[in-house]
Nanobody, 126 residues
Framework: VVVEESGGGSAQAGGSLTLACHASGYTVTSYCLGWFRQAPGKEREGVAFIGADASTTYTDSAKGRFTISKDRAKNTLYLQMNSLQPEDTAMYYC?????????????????????WGQGTQVTVSE
């Protein structure tokens, strides 16, 4: 199982970025998938989760601004980020938990994700 993120970069406050995470060794439609982030000096936090049934759960930091989705044909997970703010600056990681469940279940298992990408940096300036 390998996951690899791409799409990070720089944006101004109010701008948008889309992150992608290509998976190998499993099918993205089969298991829990999540986006996490870690800012300098802070603990890693979950951002958005999507279940095998395509239901989604967002943490408060992402609600109304970020959208998680997956493309079965490309075996890729996405995170569309709108209305970016400087506090969104962080290294973003995608991860998978090899269990079947809803988006809420996948959020509840956020401490047990066991396959991680190397991360992609997002920097948002004023």
């Amino acid at each position: 199982v390998v996951v690899e993120e791409s799409g990070g970069g720089s944006a101004q406050a109010g701008g948008s970025l889309t992150l992608a995470c290509h998976a190998s060794g499993y099918t993205v439609t089969s298991y829990c998938l999540g986006w996490f982030r870690q800012a300098p000096g802070k603990e890693r936090e979950g951002v958005a989760f999507i279940g095998a049934d395509a239901s989604t759960t967002y943490t408060d930091s992402a609600k109304g601004r970020f959208t998680i989705s997956k493309d079965r044909a490309k075996n890729t997970l996405y995170l569309q980020m709108n209305s970016l703010q400087p506090e969104d600056t962080a290294m973003y990681y995608c991860a998978t938990y090899l269990s079947y469940g809803s988006g809420h279940y996948c959020y509840e298992q956020r401490d047990d994700y066991n396959y991680w990408g190397q991360g992609t940096q997002v920097t948002v300036s004023e």
